[in-house]
């Protein structure tokens, strides 16, 4: 029996209480029924006998702070003290946690964790406090209306009656669910808006916190995959006499995706694995070298890409005084969280059950049950926390869970697997973010107006192909160049296009998708525009927005104020800034930065972010202060190439290396006040750092960056 059970069960049985299953809109059947059987593992909120308030959390705790963010929205309408509040994954359930963003599916991406629930978690906490207040009046025999609730204490002033929570509980069960209950106005908020500590911190660094490693079962075997060298490649013929000699292994089995070997632990399920002897077939594969498929993008640019905007006709750059040019390009990019890939599966008696930090539960839970030729009820996915994606475990094929199933078919008979990914696995054979090209163009009038604007991007499709394909509804992949359309800035006449490249190398979103890349190329070439035009970085950007783009004005306004920006260099110094808008959130920063040898090296950078209301502002630091320090490491170092034949250089840390500590700058963030609906903040502070860093790069040394990472080559 796993730790986890242990908890949940022991849970359940110490804690009668109240537990409430509220989805929106909340058919009343349910609602009621849910009151009716107050134990069912269907919920939002669990209210114990001992006061806790424990909030199933229906987004993937991969670093970002759902389990906080979520339980803060519970907790203000609830009017619970935030030491009473706990949080738990909640299982693979579509109709229950469905991420109200995504349509009918349970998933985590896209910054959209706060966004889809800021409305729906409030309702779930109004309605429990609603049905407490009802428990209270009964059991007080005294109106509702004169109870008041207020960090987790219930109290009548008239008759001098108080309670916790728990005490009621039972009592509250009882009560009809409300389908509408009313919500606070924002003057009201008590913990929205307040820097509270994040509930899960305690258990990470107490190593109480529960991962796939931590999870064992009965009999369990550990399982890795020997997997095709390049990509597209498939199992020609292997010879497993040599492993099966390795102490520990117990079997080896072909699957769709290689050559699993199964072991009594990981040490010899590794030497087994090299002791395999596989014949690989590479008729399908792919044998072309990064600079090889760099150049075939370059020629599908030329050819100028599929139209999806158009304002007013490009020609006029015919006419243009001035016009500028560039090319940027982008390599492959590995996701490389400190977790690789993990999954436990066990099959017993006709049904499965699985535990690994699962980002799109739905896809997964569909894909377990097809491939064991199981009805889906009779598969449970327990989502547990992860350590780190980035995109990673965002999974439109679902491959892990499919070959976690695979494993466990393969097996051929009932039993527990722990299948294990290295992080060699990984960078060598994983999802990669696309390589990309883009190819600008701007004109500039006598006046150094910009009168026309072009941007064709060139790379491969993420969601063509994939399970998700049909959200694009038959139109292009718009995450494939997402933040080169729709800019906020007047730039004249405008054609984006996108050429959609081929290859069997799988890719995948990555942390900001699309914006990492066309942030960048946008907002460097704008930078050089702005400077043939003769016009500061910040003042020129202000003077393209339209009145209509107060926060994009915000933002950039606040940015500039907080760095003190005065021009792009002082005392040796340069000074870049840049702005992006991704997901609903608009962030400006400004970079301070050395010339170390040839190196830039930043030593401050001032992030401005306007992203709604700020549910937590010790939150959306972090993920401003993670965001910047995952792009830097990013800009500076990281690149996936292939050699000449289609091999991957890259393989972990030592040749693709996270950022270092000392390489690290201050950050200053600012947070502007809004009343607007929340947005995400996962992802935003990624984009606008390596753009940023270009620009003041550019100004300190005369050197355009054009293409990833900085490390690479300088013009």
């Given at each position: 029996?796993?730790?986890?059970?242990?908890t949940?069960?022991?849970?359940l049985a110490?804690?009668a209480?109240l537990?409430?299953a509220?989805?929106?809109?909340?058919?009343?059947?349910r609602a009621q029924?849910a009151?009716?059987?107050p134990f069912?593992p269907?919920a939002?909120?669990r209210i114990g006998?001992?006061?806790?308030?424990?909030v199933?959390?229906?987004?993937?705790e991969?670093?970002?702070?759902?389990?906080?963010?979520?339980s803060?929205l519970?907790?203000?309408e609830?009017?619970?003290d935030?030491s009473?509040m706990r949080?738990?994954?909640a299982?693979?359930n579509?109709?229950?946690y469905?991420n109200?963003?995504?349509?009918?599916m349970?998933?985590?991406?896209?910054?959209?964790?706060?966004a889809?629930s800021?409305?729906?978690?409030?309702k779930?906490?109004?309605a429990?406090?609603?049905?407490l207040?009802?428990a209270a009046?009964?059991e007080?025999?005294?109106?509702?209306?004169?109870?008041?609730?207020?960090a987790?204490?219930i109290?009548h002033?008239?008759?001098g009656?108080?309670?916790?929570?728990?005490?009621?509980?039972?009592?509250?069960?009882?009560q009809t669910?409300?389908e509408?209950?009313?919500?606070k106005e924002?003057?009201d908020?008590?913990?929205i808006g307040?820097?509270l500590?994040k509930?899960?911190?305690?258990?990470?660094?107490?190593?109480?916190?529960?991962?796939?490693?931590?999870?064992f079962?009965d009999g369990m075997?550990t399982v890795?995959?020997?997997?095709?060298?390049?990509f597209?490649?498939t199992v020609a013929s292997f010879d497993?006499?040599?492993a099966l000699?390795v102490s520990g292994?117990e079997?080896?089995?072909?699957?769709?995706?290689?050559?699993a070997v199964?072991?009594t632990?990981?040490y010899a399920?590794?030497?087994?694995r090299?002791a395999l002897s596989?014949e690989?077939?590479?008729s399908?594969?792919?044998?072309?070298?990064?600079?090889e498929?760099f150049?075939?993008?370059?020629?599908?640019?030329a050819?100028?890409?599929q139209t999806?905007?158009e304002?007013?006709?490009?020609?006029v750059?015919?006419?243009?005084?001035?016009?500028?040019e560039?090319?940027y390009?982008?390599?492959?990019?590995?996701h490389?969280?400190?977790?690789?890939?993990?999954a436990?599966?066990?099959v017993k008696?006709?049904k499965a059950?699985?535990?690994?930090?699962?980002?799109?539960?739905?896809?997964d839970?569909?894909?377990v049950a097809?491939?064991?030729e199981m009805?889906?009820e009779?598969?449970?996915?327990?989502?547990?926390?992860?350590?780190?994606s980035f995109?990673?475990?965002?999974?439109?094929?679902?491959?892990?869970a499919?070959?976690?199933?695979?494993?466990?078919?393969a097996?051929g008979r009932?039993?527990a697997?722990?299948?294990v990914?290295?992080?060699?696995?990984d960078?060598k054979?994983?999802?990669?973010?696309p390589m990309t090209?883009?190819?600008?163009?701007a004109?500039?009038?006598?006046d150094?107006?910009?009168?026309g604007?072009?941007?064709i991007v060139?790379?491969q499709?993420?969601?063509?192909?994939s399970?998700?394909e049909?959200m694009l509804?038959?139109g292009?992949?718009t995450?494939s160049?997402?933040g080169?359309s729709?800019l906020?800035y007047n730039?004249?006449?405008?054609r984006?296009g996108?050429?959609?490249m081929?290859?069997?190398v799988s890719?995948l979103?990555?942390?900001?998708v699309?914006h990492?890349h066309t942030g960048?190329?946008?907002e460097?070439f704008?930078?050089?525009?702005l400077?043939?035009?003769?016009k500061d970085p910040?003042q020129?950007?202000?003077?393209?927005?339209?009145?209509?783009?107060?926060?994009?004005r915000?933002?950039i306004?606040?940015?500039a104020?907080i760095?003190?920006?005065?021009?792009?260099?002082r005392?040796?110094?340069?000074y870049?800034?840049?702005?992006?808008?991704?997901?609903?959130?608009?962030?400006?920063?400004?970079v301070?930065?050395e010339d170390?040898?040839g190196?830039?090296h930043l030593t401050k950078?001032w992030?401005?972010v306007?992203?709604g209301v700020a549910?937590?502002?010790?939150?959306?630091r972090a993920?401003m202060?993670?965001?910047i320090?995952?792009a830097?490491?990013t800009a500076l170092h990281?690149?996936i190439t292939?050699?000449p034949g289609g091999?991957?250089?890259q393989?972990?840390?030592?040749?693709?290396p996270m950022?270092r500590?000392?390489?690290?700058?201050e950050?200053e963030?600012?947070?502007?006040q809004?009343d607007?609906d929340?947005t995400?903040?996962?992802?935003?502070g990624?984009?606008?750092?390596?753009?940023a860093?270009?620009n003041?790069?550019?100004?300190?040394?005369?050197?355009?960056q054009y293409e990833l990472?900085?490390?690479?080559?300088?013009s």
């Amino acid at each position: 029996m796993t730790a986890m059970h242990t908890t949940r069960r022991g849970f359940l049985a110490g804690s009668a209480g109240l537990m409430l299953a509220l989805t929106l809109p909340l058919p009343k059947a349910r609602a009621q029924q849910a009151a009716a059987e107050p134990f069912a593992p269907n919920a939002f909120i669990r209210i114990g006998t001992d006061d806790t308030v424990t909030v199933m959390i229906k987004h993937l705790e991969m670093g970002q702070g759902p389990y906080t963010g979520l339980s803060t929205l519970v907790a203000e309408e609830l009017d619970a003290d935030w030491s009473q509040m706990r949080a738990e994954g909640a299982p693979a359930n579509a109709e229950l946690y469905n991420n109200l963003a995504f349509g009918p599916m349970q998933g985590t991406g896209g910054s959209t964790a706060i966004a889809n629930s800021y409305i729906q978690m409030r309702k779930a906490g109004a309605a429990a406090r609603a049905m407490l207040v009802a428990a209270a009046a009964q059991e007080w025999g005294v109106p509702a209306e004169e109870i008041t609730v207020k960090a987790g204490v219930i109290s009548h002033e008239g008759s001098g009656n108080s309670s916790g929570f728990g005490a009621l509980s039972q009592l509250a069960a009882s009560q009809t669910v409300p389908e509408d209950p009313p919500l606070k106005e924002a003057k009201d908020f008590v913990l929205i808006g307040t820097d509270l500590p994040k509930l899960d911190t305690a258990a990470k660094t107490t190593g109480k916190a529960e991962f796939t490693m931590d999870i064992f079962r009965d009999g369990m075997l550990t399982v890795v995959v020997a997997h095709p060298p390049k990509f597209g490649a498939t199992v020609a013929s292997f010879d497993d006499s040599a492993a099966l000699q390795v102490s520990g292994v117990e079997m080896v089995r072909q699957i769709p995706s290689g050559v699993a070997v199964y072991a009594t632990n990981t040490y010899a399920a590794m030497k087994g694995r090299d002791a395999l002897s596989v014949e690989w077939d590479d008729s399908a594969a792919e044998t072309r070298s990064s600079a090889e498929m760099f150049e075939e993008y370059a020629q599908a640019l030329a050819e100028g890409g599929q139209t999806v905007e158009e304002h007013e006709d490009i020609a006029v750059l015919d006419d243009a005084a001035q016009v500028l040019e560039a090319e940027y390009r982008f390599p492959y990019l590995a996701h490389a969280p400190l977790e690789p890939l993990d999954a436990v599966i066990e099959v017993k008696e006709g049904k499965a059950e699985m535990w690994y930090g699962c980002q799109f539960p739905t896809l997964d839970h569909m894909t377990v049950a097809q491939v064991l030729e199981m009805p889906q009820e009779d598969v449970r996915i327990n989502v547990l926390m992860a350590g780190g994606s980035f995109g990673r475990r965002a999974q439109g094929t679902s491959h892990l869970a499919a070959e976690a199933a695979a494993i466990a078919k393969a097996a051929g008979r009932d039993g527990a697997f722990k299948l294990v990914w290295t992080r060699e696995d990984d960078v060598k054979g994983g999802y990669y973010r696309p390589m990309t090209i883009h190819k600008l163009r701007a004109g500039l009038d006598a006046d150094g107006n910009i009168i026309g604007w072009e941007n064709i991007v060139a790379n491969q499709s993420i969601l063509m192909g994939s399970a998700m394909e049909g959200m694009l509804q038959g139109g292009p992949d718009t995450t494939s160049y997402e933040g080169s359309s729709g800019l906020p800035y007047n730039l004249g006449a405008k054609r984006i296009g996108w050429a959609r490249m081929q290859s069997p190398v799988s890719v995948l979103w990555w942390r900001s998708v699309g914006h990492t890349h066309t942030g960048y190329a946008v907002e460097a070439f704008l930078d050089e525009v702005l400077e043939a035009a003769g016009k500061d970085p910040v003042q020129g950007r202000l003077d393209l927005l339209p009145e209509s783009e107060t926060r994009v004005r915000g933002v950039i306004e606040k940015v500039a104020e907080i760095s003190g920006w005065n021009g792009t260099t002082r005392d040796g110094k340069g000074y870049g800034v840049a702005y992006v808008k991704s997901f609903g959130t608009h962030v400006a920063q400004v970079v301070e930065l050395e010339d170390r040898g040839g190196v830039p090296h930043l030593t401050k950078v001032w992030c401005a972010v306007d992203c709604g209301v700020a549910v937590n502002p010790n939150v959306i630091r972090a993920q401003m202060e993670g965001g910047i320090g995952f792009a830097l490491g990013t800009a500076l170092h990281d690149r996936i190439t292939f050699a000449p034949g289609g091999e991957v250089q890259q393989s972990n840390y030592h040749n693709y290396p996270m950022l270092r500590i000392g390489e690290m700058p201050e950050v200053e963030v600012a947070i502007i006040q809004s009343d607007a609906d929340p947005t995400g903040v996962g992802e935003p502070g990624v984009p606008p750092l390596a753009p940023a860093m270009a620009n003041a790069w550019r100004a300190l040394t005369g050197n355009k960056q054009y293409e990833l990472p900085f490390s690479g080559v300088t013009s």
